[in-house]
């Protein structure tokens, strides 16, 4: 093994340091990390982007001047280490490793206070081992201070990193609200270069932080859904944020988390499986608006796959799959019809025009709502042969008919796909082999029948009695999978718009879909339904302005 020399000890180290610490946005995120397993409610993230200078507050248990000094030491990451598995422990980092890693790239101020009324502060100062260079006495509230400055004078290839500010800036925030989305009740404030940056204020849950994340998502657009997953010898927990499919969805997945025991992960085939369920939900290249936590045994994570533990690995994943289908099966069957004071409002706000002046429900939870079961629909009118008018106890729905009744039969057809033989076969000319393939890929019996003919023998059920069986064939020799023929499938034989239709027929049509797992959406992502309130209305036709009985009003 002669030339190769190993490197300093001191160099080792700091590479190891800069692996847990790669950015500024890394030590916001570290730092928050530890206030959040101190059970602080309150994290204040104070920035100087010129040079960095970072500073994390927190009002958690706070540290013991003996602790304090131990805090950032080697000593306290080693130990600690030793455990045969280091993320075998709930806790989202421990203070040990980020800290002595920021004794070794910054220069590290420490000041703590435990709670407790005979507790007082103390400040220090670290060396680049996570020592003590010295130790004051601190004024302060009960919690810990942690201050980075001077970060990666150690290592100058890192600082030209550190200059990207405003990418490390919009890092930093994204860890922030990434952190609150998982540790909704926690409260955080940010100031940057002395102003105030960002708030995100506490609620039960993360329906009350993603809208404050991602600005003009109304609160009352998200559902939410809780469940228990049976796994092998220990149970978890799914708790599910989504954004009805017929009122928000993305250009972009930027409203796609995913996190796992307090944090954001990367879970490329769970996330897979999520826009898979969804697809048929939303129009065409368009992303959900979804928040998945998976509360997992520790023992069945794998933390080690990236120094920042973005990337795991989850045992059991097959039930997390089913699990998460699921879920979404719930909310979104269960919101179909929106009871009063829900969703349907602010929707027929924008489409009326309401003048008025504060119209919204701004604190209003529809998780209450969607607990109850979906209010029964009656049809009462066909409007311009297109849409049903339905009724129910809490308002009228306009649902156009031929996508809902495409949205019935596409399920149907998800749940059951079956091909019939023909007594004559359809003859086919002019196929490609690319279609001939698409044609066989879905089942069907296709054989060559002459020069450019081919016969094919059987039939999706629902088209066997039509006469528009060769369209429907050449249709469905353009897809490119199994789905896409379900859709076209279910588009072909959806009752057309401009069908005038009886109350009956109608009627069958509103039970259909009230039973459908995805209602809110066709195939194609196109909304189904319009809903008005009766509180909406109310409002709108002034019904509170007491006139006079001569009004209709009633007593
Ligand atoms: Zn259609």
């Not at 300093?8 to 916001?28: C, N, Q, T």
């Not at 999978?481 to 109350?503: F, K």
């Not at 959406?521 to 189904?528: A, F, L, Y």
């Amino acid at each position: 093994m002669a030339g190769i020399q190993s490197l300093p000890l001191d160099i080792v180290k700091l590479m190891a340091a800069g692996e847990v610490i790669d950015s500024p946005a890394a030590v916001v995120r570290e730092l928050a990390e530890n206030a959040i397993d101190a059970g602080a409610s309150r994290i204040i993230v104070t920035v100087r982007s010129q040079p960095w200078h970072i500073q994390v507050t927190d009002n958690g248990v706070g540290l013991s001047v003996a602790d304090l000094r131990q805090a950032a030491t080697s000593h306290s990451t080693s130990k600690l280490s030793a455990k045969a598995d280091l993320w075998n422990i709930r806790s989202l980092g421990f203070r040990g490793e980020a800290l002595h890693s920021l004794s070794r790239l910054s220069r590290l101020t420490l000041c703590s206070r435990p709670h407790g009324p005979e507790s007082s502060g103390f400040c220090l100062t670290c060396d680049r081992t996570g020592r003590p260079l010295n130790v004051t006495p601190m004024a302060m509230a009960p919690g810990t201070r942690v201050e980075v400055a001077d970060l990666f004078y150690p290592m100058p290839s890192r600082q030209s990193l550190a200059d990207a500010r405003q990418s490390q800036l919009r890092a930093m925030l994204q860890a922030v609200q990434h952190l609150a989305l998982c540790h909704p009740t926690l409260t955080w404030q940010g100031e940057l270069d002395e102003r105030p940056w960002f708030t995100l204020w506490p609620g039960q849950s993360a329906l009350h932080i993603l809208p404050q994340v991602m600005r003009r998502l109304p609160v009352t657009d998200l559902r939410e859904a809780r469940q228990t997953v049976d796994l092998p010898e220990a149970t978890g927990q799914l708790y599910l944020l989504l954004g009805l499919p017929d009122r928000c969805h993305r250009r972009r997945p930027d409203g796609l988390f995913v996190a796992l025991n307090g944090r954001l992960v990367q879970l490329p085939d769970l996330t897979e499986r999520l826009l898979a369920i969804l697809r048929r939900s939303l129009p065409r290249d368009r992303y959900p608006v979804v928040f998945l936590h998976l509360q997992a045994p520790p023992q069945q994570v794998d933390w080690h796959r990236a120094p920042d533990k973005s990337r795991v690995f989850l045992q059991h994943s097959d039930r997390w799959h089913e699990a998460i289908a699921a879920a979404i099966d719930d909310t979104l069957r269960a919101s179909q019809i929106e009871r009063p004071a829900a969703a349907g409002h602010q929707r027929l706000t924008q489409l009326l025009k309401l003048a008025e002046p504060d119209s919204r429900y701004g604190a209003t939870s529809p998780a209450a709502d969607s607990d109850a079961a979906p209010l029964a629909l009656r049809a009462i009118a066909q409007v311009h042969n297109r849409y049903i008018l339905a009724e129910h106890p809490a308002g009228l729905c306009l649902i156009e008919q031929h996508i809902a009744h495409e949205r019935v039969l596409y399920e149907e057809l998800c749940d059951r796909w079956e091909i019939v033989d023909l007594e004559t076969p359809i003859v086919l000319s002019d196929l490609t082999e690319a279609q001939v393939a698409q044609l066989q890929r879905i089942g069907l019996t296709v054989e060559a029948f002459g020069p450019q003919l081919w016969a094919v023998r059987t039939l999706p059920a629902p088209l066997q009695h039509r006469d528009d069986g060769d369209a429907a064939l050449r249709e469905l020799s353009l897809g490119g999978d199994l789905d896409s023929a379900l859709v076209a499938t279910a588009c072909r034989t959806a009752i057309r718009n401009g069908t005038p239709l009886e109350i009956t027929a109608m009627q069958q049509i509103l039970d259909a879909w009230q039973r459908a797992r995805k209602p809110q959406t066709c195939p194609h992502g196109r909304p189904i339904c319009l809903t008005l309130n009766e509180s909406s209305l109310a409002r709108y036709f002034r019904r509170s302005w007491v006139i006079g009985k001569s009004h209709g009003l009633e007593p």
